[in-house]
């Protein structure tokens, strides 16, 4: 069966400080990827997606940036967090099945404080 | 516009009894797919359930089902036999079949549901 990691779990940064948060899949092949943030009490905003390796898709700009060096890595950056960069990150997978009905799975997620 | 409205922020229900969840949504897309995602106090978001904009049929999964009215473009989840583990944010999600971001999922603002023992 397919499972999801992201770690840290949480984490607590300074402004200014660089930002690395890590997700991989284990148990599936050529998975699509995604970076999601969530602020507090709202839904989800995508903030990348990425069909395989090396191929990112960015779908707000801001100062993050997400890198794909493996089939099943996923990695999201920043040089410069800011305050608004603080959130509840969440990475998810999904394999195609048909467009309208694939399916994304999520991981266990990453709480960021940026102080 | 917003794609989905979810316009109950906060739900509350009785152990053992049944709750509907809202949700409508927005897309002039004929190929489309709507997916209701549950978030416990933990964070990690989990599937639930998932109906075709296509499916002849009502979507079920155990103790979940999907009320599709196309035509009232609504995809209410229905939660039958509450328990307290139900307890949790719920979200409903879309993907529109056509055009460049068809791999993007929009979700609503959630809805919060309290079971009470």
């Known amino acids: 069966s397919q499972t999801i990691h992201q770690w840290p779990a949480t984490l607590v940064q300074p402004v200014g400080s660089p930002l690395s948060l890590e997700c991989t899949v284990e148990?599936?092949?050529?998975?699509?990827l995604y970076w999601y943030r969530q602020a507090a009490g709202r839904g989800l905003q995508l903030l990348f997606y990425?069909?395989?390796?090396?191929?990112i898709s960015s779908e707000v700009p801001q100062n993050l940036s997400a890198s794909r060096p493996q089939d099943r890595q996923f990695i999201l950056s920043s040089k410069k967090l800011l305050l608004s960069d603080s959130g509840f990150y969440l990475c998810?997978?999904?394999?195609?099945?048909?467009?309208?009905?694939?399916?994304?799975?999520f991981g266990p997620g990453t709480r960021l404080l940026v102080l | 516009a917003q794609k989905i409205t979810q316009t109950q922020p906060g739900m509350f229900v009785q152990e053992k009894e049944a709750v509907t969840l809202d949700c409508t949504y927005d897309?002039?897309?004929?190929?489309?797919?709507l997916f209701w995602y549950k978030q416990p106090s933990s964070g990690e978001m989990i599937f639930l359930i998932y109906?075709?904009?296509?499916?002849?049929q009502n979507a079920t999964e155990g103790r979940y089902s999907l009320n599709f009215q196309k035509a009232r473009k609504s995809a209410n989840l229905v939660i039958s036999a509450s328990q307290l583990g139900d307890s949790a944010m719920y979200f409903c999600?879309?993907?529109?079949?056509?055009?460049?971001?068809?791999?993007?999922?929009?979700f609503g603002k959630g809805t919060l549901l309290t079971v009470n023992p």
């Open positions: 998810a997978w999904s394999v195609f099945i048909r467009v309208i009905q694939e399916t994304q799975y």
């Open positions: 148990g599936t092949s050529n998975p699509n």
């Open positions: 990425s069909v395989g390796i090396g191929q």
């Open positions: 897309t002039s897309d004929p190929s489309y797919g």
């Open positions: 109906q075709g904009s296509y499916d002849q």
């Open positions: 999600a879309m993907r529109e079949g056509s055009g460049g971001s068809n791999y993007k999922l929009t």
